[in-house]
């Protein structure tokens, strides 16, 4: 940890944090710049019941991540500067804590996207493929013509909404949750891979892949990268830490667009993180209720809740030399300041404890949704205290 400590020393010069000073006194601490959750889905406005701002505040406070970027796809979708204009103040209204957040803007059929709020925005999100809400842009020429009009970050859901429909016909007689890896397969996810890819090289865009899932994927992604094409990637803990063997025991709790995978791209995704080609590592935390998970799969939505485990997951991966802490800050800090042009994260910080070990437990959950697929896990390495605008706020760890 020598080179991190450097690091700690020259984050408390930076910033007047006695509190943190006092903190690091104790052996197995650590202070790490503003962690940042690129890609969350806070449920506001429209799915309050799920999350809102006050409870998932809460729950970046628990899980040590001052920071994150809101998707655009709420009731009503987020699209134009009106219906952003009302987001603000609904999760201004919303906070109870000084956490710091950025947002998405949605693509969609009606209308081109505002290039005037480019410099207000994180980036413009596209929805290939039809997930959560009713962002959906899934034809040829509708993408063209969004590559043309948005001259900023273009981020994608990337699955081939066509050959979805297609996969759901053939495998209607599948039982259970264990359908939907069929369902939106491997090919669901490349096919649209490259069109965005032929589309960025084209047009010369910044282009950032969420959720990539697949050993695929990410060959195409290096290949990409290689020619020089400005093509960024984004893997969520659930594909690195889930796969198809966990439907057995989570059904359709671990339901999720796209699907967990198997073990072999498990290990793909770890290789990735490892020699660069994914760049950023956020978590897709989409909550809702037990109730509606425990649903006919039909009916049952998809999403995963992880902004209260996601850094304890990962410096459990630290400590099992998966991957080194610098190369965890890089993809979490380093990287999304880079990617989303993102300012004023001086003031946010997060203590952690790298030898602190207990296990998750929904009792310690602060989303409102108050679950989660690694429940029962024991995990070395948590936060202990998160920074909010150079106020140090202790978490509880009992």
Same mark, same amino acid.
């Given at each position: 940890?020598?080179?991190?400590?450097?690091?700690?020393?020259?984050? /408390?010069?930076?910033?007047?944090?006695?509190?943190?000073?006092?903190?690091?006194? !104790?052996?197995?601490?650590?202070?790490?710049?503003?962690?940042?959750?690129?890609?969350?889905? $806070?449920?506001?406005?429209?799915?309050?019941?799920?999350? =809102?701002?006050?409870?998932?505040?809460?729950?970046?406070?628990?899980?040590?991540?001052?920071?994150?970027?809101?998707?655009?796809?709420?009731?009503?979708?987020?699209?134009?500067?009106?219906?952003?204009?009302?987001?603000?103040?609904?999760?201004?209204?919303?906070?109870?804590?000084?956490?710091?957040?950025?947002?998405?803007?949605?693509?969609?059929? &009606?209308?081109?996207?505002?290039?005037?709020?480019?410099?207000?925005?994180?980036?413009?999100?596209?929805?290939?493929?039809?997930?959560?809400?009713?962002?959906?842009?899934?034809? &040829?020429?509708?993408?063209?013509?969004?590559?043309?009009?948005?001259?900023?970050?273009?981020?994608?859901?990337?699955?081939?909404?066509?050959?979805?429909?297609?996969?759901?016909?053939? $495998?209607?007689? /599948?039982?259970?949750?264990?359908?939907?890896?069929?369902?939106?397969?491997?090919?669901?996810?490349?096919?649209?891979?490259?069109?965005?890819?032929?589309?960025?090289?084209?047009?010369?865009?910044?282009?950032?892949?969420?959720?990539?899932?697949?050993?695929?994927?990410?060959?195409?992604?290096?290949?990409?990268?290689?020619?020089?094409?400005?093509?960024?990637?984004?893997?969520?803990?659930?594909? *690195? $830490?889930?796969?198809?063997?966990?439907?057995?025991?989570?059904?359709?709790?671990?339901?999720?667009?796209?699907?967990? %995978?198997? !073990?072999?791209?498990?290990?793909? /995704?770890?290789?990735?993180? &490892?020699?660069?080609?994914?760049?950023?590592?956020?978590?897709?935390?989409?909550?809702?209720?037990?109730?509606?998970?425990?649903?006919?799969?039909?009916?049952?939505?998809?999403?995963?809740?992880?902004?209260?485990?996601?850094?304890? *997951?990962? /410096?459990? &991966?630290?400590?099992?030399?998966?991957?080194?802490?610098?190369?965890?800050?890089?993809?979490?800090?380093? =990287?999304?300041?880079?990617?989303?042009? *993102?300012?004023?994260?001086?003031?946010?910080?997060?203590?952690?404890?790298?030898?602190?070990?207990?296990?998750?437990?929904?009792?310690?959950?602060?989303?409102?949704?108050?679950?989660?697929?690694?429940?029962? %896990?024991?995990?070395?390495?948590?936060?202990?205290?998160?920074?909010? =605008?150079?106020?140090?706020?202790?978490?509880?760890?009992?």
């Amino acid at each position: 940890m020598t080179i991190w400590l450097n690091q700690t020393q020259k984050l /408390l010069r930076q910033n007047n944090w006695p509190q943190a000073k006092r903190f690091l006194a !104790k052996k197995g601490l650590e202070l790490l710049p503003c962690l940042i959750d690129s890609h969350v889905h $806070f449920r506001t406005p429209g799915s309050e019941y799920k999350e =809102n701002w006050r409870s998932a505040a809460r729950a970046m406070l628990n899980g040590g991540i001052p920071a994150v970027i809101d998707m655009p796809n709420n009731s009503p979708s987020i699209v134009d500067k009106k219906t952003l204009n009302q987001k603000i103040k609904l999760i201004n209204r919303q906070l109870a804590l000084p956490i710091k957040y950025f947002l998405y803007l949605g693509a969609t059929t &009606a209308k081109l996207p505002d290039k005037n709020l480019k410099n207000k925005v994180a980036g413009l999100k596209v929805y290939v493929g039809s997930s959560t809400g009713n962002l959906l842009v899934d034809k &040829a020429e509708q993408l063209e013509k969004i590559f043309k009009a948005w001259p900023g970050l273009l981020a994608f859901h990337a699955e081939d909404e066509e050959l979805i429909k297609v996969r759901e016909k053939k $495998f209607r007689r /599948l039982k259970g949750a264990v359908k939907h890896s069929e369902i939106r397969n491997n090919e669901v996810a490349v096919r649209t891979l490259k069109k965005i890819i032929a589309l960025a090289q084209k047009y010369n865009r910044r282009v950032y892949i969420c959720h990539v899932s697949t050993a695929k994927e990410i060959k195409i992604i290096k290949k990409a990268k290689a020619r020089g094409l400005k093509i960024y990637a984004e893997v969520t803990p659930h594909h *690195l $830490f889930l796969n198809t063997d966990d439907y057995k025991k989570w059904k359709n709790f671990i339901k999720v667009n796209p699907p967990v %995978r198997t !073990k072999k791209d498990n290990q793909a /995704l770890w290789r990735a993180l &490892a020699d660069g080609t994914i760049d950023v590592l956020a978590t897709d935390h989409a909550p809702h209720l037990p109730k509606e998970k425990k649903q006919a799969y039909a009916k049952a939505p998809s999403g995963i809740p992880e902004i209260d485990t996601v850094l304890p *997951l990962m /410096l459990n &991966a630290v400590k099992n030399k998966r991957i080194t802490l610098k190369k965890l800050i890089k993809l979490m800090h380093n =990287n999304p300041i880079k990617i989303f042009r *993102l300012k004023g994260l001086k003031k946010y910080g997060t203590i952690v404890d790298l030898n602190l070990r207990k296990k998750v437990l929904k009792k310690n959950l602060k989303t409102k949704c108050g679950w989660t697929p690694y429940e029962g %896990r024991e995990l070395t390495g948590w936060p202990v205290a998160t920074i909010l =605008n150079n106020k140090i706020y202790k978490i509880n760890n009992k």
